[in-house]
């Protein structure tokens, strides 16, 4: 049975994540900031046995080292870099932007995937699987950008697809591969209500995305929930 770690499982992407490979069968760890709030991914744990829920902010780098020695003995087929914020909330835009916010984005979009990778990745290696999944964004895009604006989610995106690219080189050796992915534009509380990609064809189209990955073809691209290409 393959296991997925999923982070910011508590809603949107991530609960339908774990909805689907509940269903699917798999072990999931899943981890979300609070826990005790987690009232949908916690009644998953009724339908789905192998669903364990771990408390995570991935902000806190202490806090990933010690899930990642608490788990020590997994393996873990797809490590799945769910957690992101927008930071662009109103008012944020050139001539009032907040750098503070900007900052904080940084190490949620950005930094956490890739120290996740680095404290997971012996539980990564030992699977059969051995993917890591960054979720990024169309936004990230630099060569797609003709409206300008959302400074901070753009690049911090960017910076997260610019940072996993370089750890599918480094990984290869090691028979680990890298996705970046782009999920469409799916209603969430981040996606807002006018999304036009269904949540639950989101999640099919990544999750098969992942099923036919390759380290040789795939590994270090950056990709849609229907598996075409993104351009950088
Ligand atoms: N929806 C879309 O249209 C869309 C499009 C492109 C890319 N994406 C990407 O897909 C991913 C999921 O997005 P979503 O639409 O599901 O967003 P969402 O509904 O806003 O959910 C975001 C998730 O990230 C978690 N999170 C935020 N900061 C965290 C932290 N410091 N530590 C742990 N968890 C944290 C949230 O937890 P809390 O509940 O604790 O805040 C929540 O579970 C994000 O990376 C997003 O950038 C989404």
């Not at 009724?46 to 669903?51: F, V």
Request: proline letters at 3%.
């Amino acid at each position: 049975m393959p296991t997925v770690f999923i982070t910011g499982a508590n809603r949107g992407l991530g609960l339908e994540f774990c909805r689907q490979y509940g269903e699917a069968d798999w072990r999931i760890l899943a981890t979300c900031r609070d826990p005790q709030t987690a009232h949908e991914l916690n009644s998953l744990t009724e339908r789905y046995p192998n669903l364990s829920i771990h408390a995570l902010d991935v902000a806190d780098f202490s806090a990933i080292d010690r899930l990642a020695d608490a788990l020590a003995g997994e393996a873990i087929d797809v490590l799945l870099c769910n957690a992101g914020i927008f930071g662009d909330h109103d008012g944020i835009r050139f001539g009032s932007l907040d750098y503070e916010r900007w900052l904080e984005a940084f190490v949620i979009n950005a930094s956490a995937p890739v120290k996740l990778a680095e404290a997971f990745l012996s539980q990564v290696k030992r699977s059969d699987r051995r993917l890591i999944v960054a979720m990024s964004t169309w936004y990230a895009s630099i060569a797609d950008n003709t409206d300008g604006g959302s400074i901070i989610y753009r690049s911090t995106k960017a910076g997260l697809n610019a940072a996993m690219k370089s750890l599918s080189i480094d990984l290869r050796d090691q028979g680990i591969g890298v996705l970046i992915m782009h999920p469409g534009w799916v209603p969430t509380d981040m996606g807002g209500p006018d999304a036009p990609i269904d949540r639950v064809d989101s999640i099919v189209g990544m999750r098969s995305v992942f099923d036919s990955f390759s380290l040789e073809r795939h590994s270090g691209q950056f990709l849609d929930f229907e598996g075409s290409s993104v351009r950088w």
